[in-house]
């Protein structure tokens, strides 16, 4: 049998808590994976796991193979890429990303990493909650904040969202056009729940930092949602210009000329804290600051 297979499998058993998880992730069945503990166990003359026809447990000496197979893993592939000699990356790139900024900002990025690599297949994560990388197996997430859960997590600047106020025109021709930032706060505004300043929307920066107070008729945690209520003339959205780039371009929404500008939103590479970041990691993400640092500029 495939010794190192069985150390990937341990691994995420452990990780995971779950034969039927493992399975699934890596497309086999449950009897592959008890073949493979049992063989571990054999190799070792030790019992790793305690299970029964419900739950599985660790045992101590599992829990110090654990450790063996981390580290055996990681040096593994540590030296499968120090000896490649050119810029490919093959393998699988698990990547978790925000559900509304992966389908404006970041797929056409994401296309054209793979088909600079497609010796590499990406694997989305699509979900606006944050996804726990280490437990889940994601290999770097996309985030707009540098906020850890975990200590063991790295996250670093790759790109920046400017955004923008929009309102369709019906709305506006209804409620008026605010000119002042003060006056926001008597409009219906369209709430981004998961945003760092949901309610209280900020502009401008050092001297000219204001914030602003806001409310309205809908709060949702999809940025994507709240461009359709605002292309229905429910009130006034802050959201990401690339988010309603072709909506501007159509007249189906107005930008919002107001100063200070909103504050821009940084995007951030976050992954776990490793001393050799696999190489498919370091590609995509020099490919995400090239990539990401053009489209800001043509926006």
Known sequence: MDRLKGLEYYKRIVELGSFTAVAEEFGCSNAVISKYVRFLEDWTGARLV???TRTISITEEGQ???DYCV??????ARVMDDLRQDDRAGGQLVVACPVSMSLTILAPVLFRFQQAHPELVVRLRQSDAMTDLISEGVDLAIRATASLDDSALVAIAVGTMPRCLVAAPDYLARHGTPTTLAELGQHRCLIFSLSQDSQHWQFGEGETAQTVAVSGPLVSDNSLML???ACHGLGI???????VSRQLASGELVALDLQPEPVSRTIYAVYPDRRHLPQRVRLFIDFLKTELAATVAAA
Not at 237 to 243: E, I, Q, T
């Open 50 to 52: 305690n299970r029964n």
């Open 64 to 66: 110090s193979f654990y």
């Open 71 to 76: 580290g055996v893993l990681s040096n593994t």
């Open 227 to 229: 461009v359709e209520a």
């Open 237 to 243: 959205a802050l959201v990401p210009r690339g988010y």
